[in-house]
């Protein structure tokens, strides 16, 4: 599956994104989805995940109230809505899926987002 994510931008501090991860050649059926982010020099941190069959949707603390992850299943997209936007949630964000037996990640090719007054 190729996973293709869009929608960074540059936002002021207080704003709002909404980021898109599509999927081509597959369906998320029964994959866990979701998103991770990085900035330079730093690892790749979790940001949301959940199954897209239904169950349970992590989030990180650092994004619980302001982040909302979610998904159109006839369009096999997930989305990531972020609100109240930080100059710390300035990072490249990746959209990730992980099909059974979940031994496996594929991830798109990142989008920049950039919080900045």
């Known amino acids: 599956v190729q996973l293709q994510a869009s929608g960074g931008g540059l936002v002021q501090p207080g704003g709002s994104l909404k980021l898109s991860c599509a999927a081509s050649?597959?369906?998320?059926?029964?994959?866990?989805v979701g998103w991770f982010r990085q900035t330079p020099g730093k690892e790749r941190e979790f940001v949301s995940t959940?199954?897209?069959?239904?169950?349970?949707?992590r989030l990180a603390d650092s994004v619980k109230g302001r982040f909302t992850i979610s998904r159109d299943i006839a369009k096999n997209t997930v989305f990531l809505q972020m609100n109240s936007l930080k100059p710390e949630d300035t990072a490249v964000y990746y959209c990730?899926?992980?099909?059974?037996?979940?031994?496996?990640?594929?991830w798109g090719q990142g989008t920049q987002v950039t919080v900045s007054s």
């Open positions: 959940f199954r897209w069959s239904g169950g349970t949707t």
């Open positions: 050649g597959g369906t998320f059926s029964n994959y866990i």
């Open positions: 990730t899926a992980r099909p059974p037996p979940y031994t496996k990640d594929y």
